[in-house]
């Protein structure tokens, strides 16, 4: 069976689809025959997503963190779609800067949204992925296997996704779901746009970086490794498949040994960093939901 026929009639609930990887995907997956339910904080981008997708799919206001506004969207899709085979569960921010240099509310906030809002949205959609022995994607990082300064709210919430996976791949074996986490290095988002905005500091490290460390895929070449991910079934889904050789040795970039070429650089690239971000005044790049309807200490969109 190949990609176009495996994935034609399959609703597809896909959170964070108002931009970046959770939007191409909705795109190439209903060009291949897909429903798409899709999520977010954007409303006018999704209903723009929707409209030019044409009939068959639908789309709803949603933060993840809000569980209240995440059942409604399952209500919405159910209603409109019929139910959901697969589920996306994409949505996520970064913050820019360290944590010394951050709001707390700002650091909670990564988290938040990247981890709880993975559980959140499990949580909301797995009685109806249930009645169609569906998969779950969970997307996570290469952060879960690396880590880098200025990136420790956003590594500590992949690395949670990942583990959390991990256990409720087992937990759900026995209805018929499957679950699968999602690691990509650098992916051409306007996430990753926007941190090269602010910093030359990261962009200069992400130069130094070797293999997947530093390289840049397109959002393409994500999505569609997604949607194969998706028609396999599959337990990991590596992008570029090199970061599948960083997976396997975690053992060694989380020893003492791994921590020495990124401490060599770190006393003098965190101090830059920081005296980027702060010249910025923002907290989040310029096109993040950030705070969502929470508000901002600086600008988050």
């Not at 159910?78 to 700002?106: C, F, H, K, M, Y």
């Not at 992949?158 to 690691?183: C, M, P, Q």
């Not at 992916?187 to 905005?197: H, P, S």
Request: aromatic share 4%; with cysteine; charged share 25%.
């Amino acid at each position: 069976m190949n990609l176009r026929d495996s994935l034609a009639g399959k609703v597809l609930f896909i959170t964070g689809a108002a931009r970046g990887i959770g939007e191409e995907t909705a795109r190439r997956a209903a060009a291949r025959g897909a429903h798409i339910a899709a999520v977010g904080m954007e409303p006018e981008r999704l209903e723009k997503l929707v409209a030019e997708l044409g009939p068959g799919h639908t789309w709803a206001e949603c933060d993840v963190t809000d569980q209240e506004s995440l059942d409604a969207a399952v209500a919405t899709t159910v209603r409109d779609l019929g139910g959901i085979d697969v589920v996306v569960a994409n949505a996520g921010i970064a913050n820019q800067g360290t944590v010394a240099e951050s709001p707390a509310d700002v650091v909670a906030r990564v988290m938040e949204v990247n981890l709880i809002g993975v559980s959140r949205t499990v949580s909301a959609t797995v009685a109806e992925v249930e009645k169609r022995n569906g998969y779950l994607l969970l997307v996570s990082s290469l952060a879960a296997f690396t880590a880098l300064p200025g990136m420790a709210a956003y590594c500590g919430a992949k690395a949670g996704v990942e583990h959390y996976g991990n256990a409720l791949r087992f937990e759900l074996a026995y209805r018929g779901i499957d679950v699968g986490t999602a690691h990509m290095g650098w992916i051409d988002t306007d996430l990753v746009r926007d941190v090269k905005a602010d910093s030359s500091t990261f962009e200069e490290t992400l130069r130094k970086l070797p293999g997947p460390l530093g390289a840049l895929t397109s959002v393409g070449d994500c999505a569609d490794a997604f949607l194969e991910g998706i028609v396999k079934r599959k337990r990991r889904i590596f992008v570029p498949k090199s970061v599948g050789v960083v997976a396997a040795l975690r053992p060694i970039t989380f020893s003492r040994l791994g921590d020495l070429p990124i401490l060599a650089q770190a006393r003098t690239m965190v101090p830059r960093l920081e005296e980027q971000f702060r010249k910025t005044g923002r907290t989040f790049g310029a096109t993040s939901a950030g705070m969502g309807k929470r508000g901002a200490p600086t600008g988050s969109r």
